[in-house]
């Protein structure tokens, strides 16, 4: 099957420029609120917050809490509240990914547990978390208070199950979704039907954005699995850090059931026993292409990506319509 082409006449370097051109006023208060929340006078808070932030990333998951808010039609300040919550959440974990997964660069910087220990990287990612419910609450939105705190909990247990499946190459792609399901796409879908509940909107427009934002993330975290397996260096990470770590992931999984006895002998030992040898990993990466898996994940994405745009079908035709359903081509499509 031909993998999945989405969307003619689509500029992927532009959809992320434009976005926050469109909401560069608000995110620019999401910035203050941050640092705002980020200081403190125990003095790792503040280095490990900021040594973080500093690295940049693409603030996706804030503007489109700031887009949903703006596609319902809502006038009050209380969205961009809830952005920097949503953006200290996603902060908060990276910082506990980075533990578990002992990763040692992120972005091209140094990891915070590298520069300041694993114990000192998990605290602060709780103090952030703490200052996003402080946020939420601030808003007086019960409703959007549950969908953020509900998620954070989704979250955890996501990494929890993560954990249950690593170097296991007996992971089926059910068990896998699920973890996609929760540790990315629950804090998308967070994301864009807090803006929704903001507003007080209808439930069926919540519910629409609550499934662009989840099917979105489950999108954005298969093409995430692809780009491991390329060799840019922009993509957040190291190429090739998913298999140094004997990450279980969908085009490994593809590509175990797929291979012969002597391939899955490979992942066996690369992936189950961590012992690899220095072309390792350019072995895997053409088993990957041998079997058309990165094609495969992609074309899952894609899938994935249609749904998310189905969810904003019933929305008047706007700028900001427009933007979210860009937000899809940008992440099916993306490189980094």
């Known amino acids: 099957m031909e993998s999945v082409v989405f969307f003619e006449n689509f500029k ?41 932030f500093i690295s940049g990333g693409k603030r996706l998951r804030p503007l489109l809490t700031l ?9 009050g300040k209380s969205h961009i ?32 547990r590298m520069g300041w220990g694993n114990a000192a990287s998990v605290l602060v990612g709780d103090y952030l978390l703490g200052q996003a419910f402080r946020l939420m609450v601030s808003t007086g939105s019960i409703p959007a208070l549950k969908v953020l705190s509900d998620a954070a909990a989704i979250i955890a247990e996501g990494e929890v199950l993560q954990l249950s499946i690593m170097n296991n190459l007996d992971t089926t792609e059910d068990a896998y979704m699920r973890v996609v399901d929760s540790k990315t796409a629950a804090l998308f879908s967070a994301a864009t039907e807090v803006g929704a509940l903001i507003g007080d ?19 954005f975290q298969l093409v995430d699995d692809v780009l491991d397996y390329g060799h840019s260096s922009d993509i957040g990470k190291n190429a090739g850090d998913d298999f140094r770590e004997g990450k279980i992931t969908l085009p490994i999984i593809l590509a175990y059931r797929r291979g012969d006895e002597s391939e899955r002998e490979f992942w066996r030992r690369t992936i189950e026993a961590r012992d690899q040898k220095e072309d390792d990993f350019e072995k895997a990466c053409n088993l990957l292409t041998k079997y058309k898996t990165l094609e495969d994940t992609r074309d899952r994405a ?5 749904i998310a745009k189905d969810a904003l079908v019933t929305f008047r035709e706007t700028e900001t319509r427009q933007q979210m359903l860009d937000v899809i081509n940008f992440c099916i499509s993306r490189a980094y």
Do not use: C
């Open 302 to 306: 894609a899938h994935y990506g249609s």
């Open 12 to 52: 992927r370097e532009d959809v992320l420029s434009n976005l926050l051109s469109a909401f560069q006023k608000e995110m620019q208060s999401v910035d203050q609120i941050i640092r705002n929340k980020i200081v403190s006078d125990v003095t790792n808070v503040p280095d490990i917050s900021n040594h973080i």
């Open 81 to 112: 509240t809830l952005a920097a919550s949503v953006e200290l959440m996603h902060t908060a974990t990276l910082l506990h990914d980075d533990v578990v997964d002992e990763s040692d660069m992120r972005r091209g910087r140094q990891t915070a």
């Open 201 to 219: 909107q209808d439930h069926s427009v919540a519910a629409a954005l609550a499934s662009y934002g989840r099917n979105l993330g489950i999108a």
């Open 67 to 75: 887009a949903s808010a703006r596609l319902t039609e809502y006038a």
